[in-house]
């Protein structure tokens, strides 16, 4: 429960975010795009403060949550436009009946188990678990263990200090996904946009990656996502 907390704050302080920038985007896109911001912007600072001196303490990190919640929701005036209207049809709730459950099944299946996978055991999650106990950053020596990028290491932190399973955190970017490239198909399409959201969920890959505590589904969202 607590791992669904911490998602749910990371993706209000996007969606703040997101009307700050004023995207004015349809609804349901900046409600898709609002954790990843979210994780990425929260992540980013949580890395300079530490830098500067700050330590990975609960107690910080509640407090950043605070300050940037009531910082960005001052006289802020939320804009979104409209999405198009779905006409549900035996196909469509079919489409959205897959979509369903596959996304409960990956909480599900998140909710349950750890993170697992060796690079996840041996870099990703090994190198938020020693954050968490020197409460600073470490290990990262330009060596294997500051190769890659420190987003997801940096939300397993976040999940352990709030004693949550980071493996949520996957089934977090797997919803974002699935309600993004709805919201994008529909813009094309309404008629075709769950049939193509359902064939979307369930490419194995995507849904491999959702179970799996790696960077692939991040780095998907951000790099194929953006780029569109």
Same mark, same amino acid.
């Given at each position: 429960m607590t791992a &669904?907390?911490?998602? +749910?704050?990371?993706?209000? %302080? =996007?969606l703040f975010i997101s009307f700050r920038l004023r995207l004015n985007l349809p609804r349901l896109e900046m409600i898709a795009i609002s954790f990843p911001i979210g =994780?990425? $912007?929260f992540t980013f600072l949580y890395f300079?403060? *530490?830098? &500067? =001196?700050?330590k990975f303490t609960f107690i910080n990190t509640l407090i950043i949550f605070l300050i940037l919640i009531v910082v960005l929701s001052y006289r802020l005036k939320p804009s979104w436009t409209k999405g198009p209207i779905i006409n549900l049809n035996f196909f469509s709730i079919l489409a959205l009946g897959i979509v369903l459950v596959m996304v $409960? +099944?990956?909480? %599900? /299946? *998140?909710? /349950?188990? #750890? #993170?697992?996978g060796f690079d996840t055991l041996t870099m990703y999650d090994f190198r938020a678990q020693a954050f968490l106990r020197t409460q600073k950053l470490v290990l990262l020596d330009g060596g294997y263990y500051g190769s890659y990028p420190l987003l997801t290491s940096l939300l397993h932190l976040l999940a352990w200090q709030v004693k949550g399973n980071p493996s949520l955190i996957y089934s977090g970017f797997y919803a974002s996904s699935i309600l993004l490239m709805f919201a994008l198909v529909s813009r094309l399409s309404s008629k075709l946009a769950l049939p193509a959201t359902a064939l979307f969920a369930v490419i194995p890959e995507l849904a491999n990656h959702s179970i799996l505590a790696y960077t692939n589904l991040p780095y998907m969202f951000y790099l194929g996502f953006g780029t569109i």
């Open positions: &669904i907390l911490l998602l +749910s704050i990371l993706g209000l %302080i =996007g =994780g990425a $912007i300079l403060l *530490n830098v &500067i =001196g700050a $409960i +099944s990956t909480l %599900i /299946y *998140n909710w /349950y188990w #750890p #993170p697992t």
